[in-house]
């Protein structure tokens, strides 16, 4: 289906800045940045998780290991989904019972990637606290769930998008919102 651009509403500067503010509310609300882990959901939530992590190390010269979590198995709509994606791996190579997690996501939108992703930790141990870091806040939320750490909260109807281009996946940084090409 082809899309048009409603707006830009990012740039890289924007995202970068966003990406600062957000690691200087986590270095304040975690006392123990040795007990904090980052784990993205993929795929952009990967490199953000990677960008918040060397934030991190910069400022306050501490190791944050990241983690990846697939939670295609976990969603709710995984039979739907079922042809059109492939399951992919988890590689979190430490535990996270115990640990804050920092969990990270490009875009909340329903919650249901979220609640997929706190069932997945789940399996892999019990947290001592999970945190949630987005870089947009759609809204529209399903379920009870909010982010601790949000970029940009940026309210939208349902049938426009919300797209997050990082330049690690996407060769540039920005976050555009695109509707279906006719609708006006």
Known sequence: MEEKIKARVMDSRKINRSLARMT???IERN??????VVVGIRTRGIYIGKRISKLIKDLEKVNTPVGVLDITLYRDDF??????HMVKKTEIKFSVTDKDV???DD???TGRT???AMDSLFDLGRPRSIQLLVLIDRGHRELPIRAD?????LPTSKREMVQVRLKEVDEEDEVL??????IE
């Open 24 to 26: 200087t509310e986590i």
């Open 149 to 153: 750490y949000v970029g940009k909260f």
């Open 107 to 109: 875009v909340l939108f």
């Open 177 to 182: 919102i695109t509707e279906p090409a006719g």
């Open 102 to 104: 920092l969990l990270i």
């Open 31 to 36: 006392r123990d940045l040795n007990n904090l």
């Open 114 to 116: 979220i609640r997929a």
């Open 79 to 84: 039979s739907e989904l079922e042809a059109q």
